[in-house]
């Protein structure tokens, strides 16, 4: 039966988002059966509008171009669709005779597709619906971790590395703010950064741990006798006892996102007020913050080839299960072997909707910092050509004078 596939790219931009998109279009040239292959812009919204390209038309040497280009080729959506609105892309998918659904993204799209695959079924429709899973904050259960994350992560990893040369040369406190409302694995990944004893960051808060700001100046104070210094690494998503994000805490207001969620990082304020806690009730004055924000998802040139690679086989694997499969469901991606990887699929309910956090054996019992099983877990996703850093061995002269 000659069928058409419809493919979508949902929330946030990443670095690899491309390859997994290609791969489906590439892939779905392989079967017969597949008379074209849609692409939605801007996401859902791109469905309900029924404002679709067919990448059916595009050559294979610039689907290839286009899939080592970071960011969403097709555009992208933070839309979060309920019922009502499942039911209208179900409502253009049926009116475009659309066999094949493909969606790219996180948990919140998962369950969009888990919404659409079944108001298909109470409708008789045959519609194969296949989740292929996206996000830099690494949070979708079931997998061992997801396609942008190594890329990010390998930003992260890169920018703690210069930030710990210029540190070091002229001291003083830096501390950086990175992406994760509830997952802090892009915020460990400046652990990789470190290659001699003393350097940074040299504490590391994420949002697995409660975060005092007592405990939290009392570290940097210690760490800054000690090594004259202090870089510090801190997940966007901190938070006190009661689980109010730490930017409620110490700002006289806050902003809001589309979905009503407190603006964590993306105006740079918990960096300042960090930064600003530091200089008035420490004392030190060379103090600097930063906030990684969009940077480390779609970053040009700081790219994983382990993340290239999967994130085009999940793309390549989505197809071959739909056509070939009987059930709807979710591409993960999980670890053999020393490193190696496999991608079944999953049902979409294991995944829809739900969040995974970094598990506690990764995370120091201290709290600010993280674990060696950590460093093993992240090593082989950053890739191959990480910068190498080395130190003069500052052989001192005898002094003369004094």
């Given at each position: 039966?000659?069928?058409?596939?419809?493919?979508?790219?949902?929330?946030?931009?990443?670095?690899?988002?491309?390859?997994?998109?290609?791969?489906?279009?590439?892939?779905?040239?392989?079967?017969?059966?597949?008379?074209?292959?849609?692409?939605?812009?801007?996401?859902?919204?791109?469905?309900?509008?029924?404002?679709?390209?067919?990448?059916?038309?595009?050559?294979?040497?610039?689907?290839?171009?286009?899939?080592?280009?970071?960011?969403?080729?097709?555009?992208?959506?933070?839309?979060?669709?309920?019922?009502?609105?499942?039911?209208?892309?179900?409502?253009?998918?049926?009116?475009?005779?659309?066999?094949?659904?493909?969606?790219?993204?996180?948990?919140?799209?998962?369950?969009?597709?888990?919404?659409?695959?079944?108001?298909?079924?109470?409708?008789?429709?045959?519609?194969?619906?296949?989740?292929?899973?996206?996000?830099?904050?690494?949070?979708?259960?079931?997998?061992?971790?997801?396609?942008?994350?190594?890329?990010?992560?390998r930003f992260v990893t890169q920018a703690f590395m210069g930030v710990n040369l210029d540190n070091a040369a002229l001291k003083g406190v830096y501390c950086a703010v990175i992406m994760g409302r509830h997952a802090g694995f892009l915020t460990a990944a400046s652990a990789l950064a470190r290659k001699f004893p003393d350097d940074g960051p040299h504490l590391i808060y994420l949002p697995e741990r409660t975060f005092t700001i007592d405990g939290f100046l009392a570290d940097v104070k210690a760490t800054f006798e000690k090594h004259g210094?202090?870089?510090?690494?801190?997940?966007?998503?901190?938070?006190?006892?009661?689980?109010?994000?730490?930017?409620?805490?110490?700002?006289?207001?806050?902003?809001?996102?589309?979905?009503?969620?407190?603006?964590?990082?993306?105006?740079?304020?918990?960096?300042?007020?960090?930064?600003?806690?530091?200089?008035?009730?420490?004392?030190?004055?060379?103090v600097r913050g930063d906030t990684f924000g969009y940077l480390q998802r779609s970053f040009a040139g700081c790219v994983s080839d382990v993340d290239q690679r999967e994130a085009r086989e999940v793309g390549e694997k989505a197809v071959q299960y739909a056509l070939w499969g009987q059930t709807d469901g979710s591409v993960a991606i999980q670890r053999t072997g020393a490193y190696a990887v496999d991608y079944p699929l999953i049902p979409l309910e294991n995944v829809a909707g739900k969040t995974r956090v970094m598990e506690d054996e990764f995370i120091t019992k201290a709290g600010n910092d993280v674990t060696e099983a950590f460093h093993s877990y992240l090593r082989p996703l950053l890739g191959a050509g990480l910068p190498e850093v080395e130190r003069l061995r500052m052989s001192r002269v005898a002094k003369i004078l004094k």
């Open positions: 039966m000659v069928q058409k596939i419809l493919v979508a790219q949902g929330g946030g931009p990443t670095a690899v988002i491309n390859q997994s998109l290609v791969g489906v279009a590439l892939e779905a040239r392989k079967f017969a059966s597949v008379e074209r292959v849609y692409g939605a812009a801007f996401g859902v919204r791109g469905i309900v509008n029924e404002d679709f390209v067919d990448l059916s038309r595009e050559t294979s040497r610039n689907l290839e171009a286009v899939a080592n280009t970071p960011s969403s080729a097709l555009g992208s959506t933070r839309d979060k669709p309920d019922l009502a609105y499942c039911q209208e892309i179900l409502k253009v998918l049926k009116a475009h005779a659309i066999g094949h659904f493909f969606y790219i993204g996180g948990n919140d799209s998962s369950d969009t597709v888990r919404i659409v695959a079944d108001e298909a079924r109470k409708s008789g429709y045959a519609l194969r619906c296949v989740h292929i899973p996206k996000t830099i904050d690494n949070d979708l259960v079931g997998n061992d971790h997801t396609p942008g994350f190594p890329s990010a992560a210094r202090c870089i510090i690494a801190a997940s966007e998503g901190i938070h006190d006892e009661q689980g109010a994000p730490i930017i409620t805490k110490l700002a006289s207001t806050v902003e809001k996102d589309a979905h009503g969620n407190v603006q964590l990082s993306g105006t740079g304020a918990l960096a300042d007020l960090l930064c600003e806690e530091i200089k008035t009730k420490l004392g030190i004055k060379r």
